[in-house]
C-alpha cells in the first residue's frame, strides 16, 4: 500500500480516475452509449460519474503538492486517504436518490439541499485539506531556518 501512496502514484491514480470522471459524464458524446438513449446505458454511466467526481478534489490538491517537499504531501494524504472514501460513499448517498436505484435522500428534498450538502461536504474537504497543507508548510520552512 506504501508504494500506492507516493506523489506521482497518487497523481496518475488521480489522472486516471478524473479520465474515468469524464468518460462517464460524457458517455453519450464518446459514443459509448447511443446518442438519445435513455436507460440502462446512461444510468449506468451517470452512477460511474457519480462514483469518481469525488476525485477531482484530490487531483488538484496532489498538483499543489506535487512540487512540495514529501513531508508536506504525506501529512495532507493521511486525511485524504479516508476523506476520498468517506466522499465517495457520502456523494453516491446524495446523488443516489430512489428514483435512480440508489440508497440516498437525492429526491427527498430537493436539488437546493442537495447543493447545500455538496458546498458542505466539498468545502470541509477542501478546507482541512488547504489547512493541512498549509500548517505543515509553514512548520517546514520555520524549522530550516
Sequence with gaps: MKNLLTKKAVLLICVAGTILFLAALFSREIGLCPPYSRGDCSDTFDQVAQIFLPILLPLIFSLITYKMREEVFEHWIKFAIWGIPVLIVLTYLIL??????????????????????????????????????????????????
Excluded: P, V, W
Excluded at 450538502?117 to 531556518?145: A, E, P, Q, V, W
Design 96 to 145: 443516489g436518490g430512489a428514483s435512480n436505484g440508489g440508497l440516498g435522500i437525492g429526491s427527498s428534498y430537493g436539488s437546493s439541499f442537495d447543493a447545500l450538502l455538496f458546498i458542505l461536504l466539498y468545502g470541509t474537504f477542501c478546507s482541512i485539506s488547504i489547512y493541512r497543507i498549509i500548517s505543515k508548510y509553514r512548520k517546514l520552512k520555520h524549522s530550516d531556518k
